[in-house]
């Protein structure tokens, strides 16, 4: 089964989202419709063991559709609605989505959005996802649903009505026999012999679906393979046995204890109370794993091994959520998602003063994790963590909660839940061995008010910054405070309770005047300082601050409400008590694009919205990725040894604890390479580290075993003995201070500096903007296979770059290139992160491969990936700007830099494009520009969707907004203004023609009514103090080719079968973008034939040789043109026979054309023409046509900012883009959405951190925040630009690339919330122009807008 994606392994990216459904004993009512359905749950099958999956059935993504037979409604929909590009987050999406489907028949919107809080995708920008044209997709995928359940749609090939929902296809009891003995369970070994990297239940249910289908075939499935034979009338009594064979069946192992002994760790399921605490009594040291979601991530991600776990999650005693008069009490073992379902139910029944506190916990358990971790983890796990930022703890803290412990020889005894409960950071006061039986929450009184607060980087599925519950009670019909608790996650080692607040509090009245002296209490309680652990000292404070007097004005409305006081909250702070985003429509979006002409011969699938070539294949998991290729029978597994130093001599290498770890093969390193040690694109790479390293995560070796878990296991034991060297240069900064550049590259135009001096107005600023990980959902992976016969290498690598690969390899194995074939499949995404990078592993394999003689396999876990693979360039720049009093542009001097790493890879060519892309879309007459490529000790930098011109156009839209600030107008007006016109020349002397900017601009004006908005707005934020809004148009215009000229070629190969089917290769590689339908478009055009006639297997320099990177969005154009000059030769060569049998068919035509002995297949080549580019890189003299032409867009964002927390919605976004005449509209709007939301992600989210030693901080989606489903514009409306004329589009089929040149355009919403701070500013007294760094992240959003509370 290799539908289900690894991607991460901890928990925070869905790829790896199966279905559990598992007997629900706790609601075992046999003839209710209740018992009938049992549970059925998304689940992180990454975090999920094996033997936890005891007597439940798994249904993976392979499960519930296939393209041999049908696809399942929730795939056809996803395909359909073009929910898929590079597809390796799709299968995990489907589960989510089927799981859903399962429990609720007819979900809603919110259901929908809750379903996949836990899954991530890089490439759709989720609206596709999420929703399609007018209706939204969720809405018409169900609507559709519905009508099908009539049908026979499901896999299982029978009837499904809304009532009773579809049964499972393939059930995969994992059913372990009890008492279990040494590494074996039902003929599965327990031991990771497995090459494959997926998640364990995974592969076991692999073996179990080829071993035992038959053997274990379920009772569900016969029960309804019977119901279709003998109908309607049989059913009731079938389903009353299946309910009997299952009562039966969980009722026996209910009774079951169980204990499995694995190679290294014993797992025990004792199913009573007394079982479990005596285990717990005699092995004190036992770890207590339900959801293992904490656990989880210590043995997968960080290597811990715990050798004894006991679970309790069979254990009923301690399962269970009651209440009574006086409150409610939780079982340890309560799952979140069954406590979200008891406390609503009681919410719902109870008065509401009563059970504030299960409100709060409701309102915390939304944003807990996603559906997947909320499924299985329990509320012990997480009080017993004893995290800082445990959501929960807070809340129980500040409502006086009990917690009862239990010691199997004493009994138990009852603690409450206050700043004693946790002594240390992740300690509790349980003693040795006790068990956390349950917590008890008393009910509010009357007069008693709470809430509980959390920020975190992102809305979704992410842990808090700082979170908070604050309670009140008050003296009888007054407001004077009786009691009051605070406590606070993310303000110190635990979560703490603010005890000078809590003190000094008692008797004051709830006035207005209480809030000084609260925040002189807080500042008392919480002194961080400004190294603490966790960063962002003075935001925790003002957070924390913040949150209390969201609180007070939340208190006094409801007094003022229930009459105790008449001081009424002000109607400018009205708005804390509203959502962010209010009522805003949630998820609307409109797409439009050029019809096709009613002309248009129907063969010609030029401008059709076709689906993704592989899209059935990507939603049904059979789409294959680089760790689906069937293991080798003698293949090995590499895992890398990487230095933990970023500057230092290696002194030692210590094998001794690797070589006995169990499968240990061998270990390799510079000394085995054949060839050279020298790589990557500047040969400024080795591929194992010499005596020196230069960065954290440089490679040093590699060891190789017989699995990927012995592999990694003994690396792990490998010791490196590091002798630290100084400087470490880690940052821009130390760079400059340290003069450590690579090069410096200078542009100049007229005379900048005379002109700055004689400008009307000048102003200077600085911005610093962030690096971005690419977080492609699969990692880098290479499988490497030696053909001793011939002394061939054949490569199958996750690569944007077959020939730079193929280069490589033949280099550093000291070979000819044509002995190293390369293939590319497909990728599960790249963003130009996998154009050299891929040499951290396909290099050591290819050394490994040739020392063993034996295949060689190797996919970077997450946290690998992250931390060596390098990410975009952060950029700092220092400008001064000349303009007139009209704002009209004069002058630029601008510095920028870019922090390249530890080797040069492709950080020129990115500076290059930077310098390129400096002037925005406006016309300076003067300026000089230098380009500073800064050489530091971390790992390489390289190219990412943009390639250096997002970074240098946000700094050109920074001064914009500066001069505007300066002057007083909007940074609109600066805009246009300065915005070249048609026939213009650039700085570096390129003329624009066809030049459409000023079109995208204007109609992305009208079309987002921005000027009426922007009136609203300013009304809005007049009346309210604490939310903001903020809009903003933000053009771009990008330059399309290589700027590296010689790269801007491609080659074709088009074959043509006697049966009429047409194989295709082309030079360039599918990572999701689409290339690959595109191209097939474009052959089936040329050659006038349907789409389905037409296959392209893989890119292989076997086929098409001397490819050029699939990179720079020129993609489609390169290797368009090539195959459309072979398709014209085949074409060309069987004219004279279509003269004389014009009536003929194409397959007729073709055989005819073979017993002529016509030529059918034929290769195409393409070069593009008139550019080039005289740039004296030193003097800064530079005068060419260095693109072929400019993709060019507009985009309005509104946003709105809650100034108390720096959080922020993207309330609407419209965009406007120049895409020629379509290829195929529907893969062009995903390239937008999928550019714009990762544009989102770099310049709102994504902010990779290091600490002083150099060693990345962030890695893996539990510390690096992408944008999730949560984070898309509540309405996101695209519209490409109509009835253009560009001399360019006659060229080839009116063709624009599109993949790059939308990203910038989330800039808009950048500089909306620039915007909605400089309101803030207003408010506060402050005017003028103040630097805004990217990302604007909710702690400098929260910063930025400065008042009492950040002081
Ligand atoms: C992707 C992801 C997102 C997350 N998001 C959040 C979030 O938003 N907010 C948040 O607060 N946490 C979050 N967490 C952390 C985690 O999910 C919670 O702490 C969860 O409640 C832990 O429960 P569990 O059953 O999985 O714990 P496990 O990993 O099974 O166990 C955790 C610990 O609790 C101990 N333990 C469990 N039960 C008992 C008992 N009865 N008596 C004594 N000790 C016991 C175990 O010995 C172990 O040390 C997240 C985790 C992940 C992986
Ligand atoms: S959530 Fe399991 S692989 Fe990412
Ligand atoms: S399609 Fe979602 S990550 Fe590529």
Redesign the pocket.
Known sequence: LTGTKLGCS???CGACTVMVSKWDRSQSRIFSKQHLVCRHFSVNSC?APVVSMHDCAVTTVEGIGSTKTKLHAVQERLWKFHGSQCGFCTPGIVMSMYALLRNNSSPKMPNIETCLQ?NLCRCTGYRPILGGKEITFIQSFFILLMRNYSHNYNMGKRLISPQRPHKLFLWIFVRLPSQLNAKRCCNISLTPSERSTKPTIVRIATKLTTRHRSRYFPPELLVSSIISIVGYAALHILYAYRAVVHYITSRNHAATPLKFVGERVTWYRPTTLDQLTDLKEKYPDA???????????ETGVKGRCHPLIVT?AAVEE?SFVKNDQSGIEIG??CI?SNLVQQLNKIVEEKEEHLTQPLSAILEMLH????DQ?RN???????I??A?P????NPILMACCATATFMLHSRGTRKVTMNQSFFPGYRKTC?MKG????SVRIPFMRKGEYMKAYMQSKRRE????IVNAALRVKFYHGSRKVEEFSAAFGGMAATSVMAKHLMENIIGRLWKDELIDDVAAWMREDFKLEQNAPGGMAEYREALALSFFFKFYIHVKDCLCKEGATKDEIASEEQCTKVPLGGNHPVSLSTQTWEEIPENQPKDNSVGRPLPHSSGQLHVTGEAKYLDDITPYADELYMCLVTSTRCHAYVRDVNLADAMTSPGYVTYVDHCDIPGSNECGVMKGDLVFANGKVTCVGQVIGAVIADTCAHAQRAAQLVKVTHEDIFPRILTIEDAIKHESFYKTLHINAGDAATALDASEYVIEGEMRIAGQEHFYLETQACLVVPQLESGQMEIYCSSQSPTSLQDDAASVLGIESNKVIVRVKRMGGGFGGKGTRYIVVSNPAVVAAKKCGRPIRCMLTRQEDMLISGQRHSFYAKYKVGFTKEGKLTSLVNNIYSNAGNSLDVSIPVMERALYHSGGCYRIPNIAIAGHVCKTNIPSNTAFRGFGAPQAMLIAEDWISGIAAKLGISAEKVREINMYKEGDSTYYGQVLESFNLPRCWQECYQKSNFNERKEKIEEYNSKNRWRKRGISCIPTKYGISFTEFFLNQAGALVQVYKDGSVLLTHGGTEMGQGLHTKMIQVASTCLGIPASRIHISSTSTETVPNTSPTAGSVGSDLNGMAIKEACEKIVGRIKPLRKNFPKLSWDDLIIKAYLERISLSATGFYKTPDIYCNWDQDSGECFGRPFDYFTYGAAVSEVEIDCLTGDHVVLQTDIVMDVGGSLNPAVDIGQIEGAFMQGYGMMMLEEPLINERGELLTRGP?AYKIPGFGDCPRRFNKYSLLKYENKKYQIFFRLQAVGEPPLFLSSSVFFAVKNAVASAWKHSGLFGSFRMDSPASCERIRMWCGDQFTK
């Open positions: 901890e928990g925070g975090l836990g770890q207590l794993v339900v959801g293992n979601t904490e656990i989880g991530i309790p301690i340890a073992a979140l944003w807990f994790g996603g971790i299985v983890a329990v509320i012990g796990g997480n017993m963590t995290s930022i445990s959501d929960l349980a006790e068990v956390l039986l599925d992410d842990i808090a539990g």
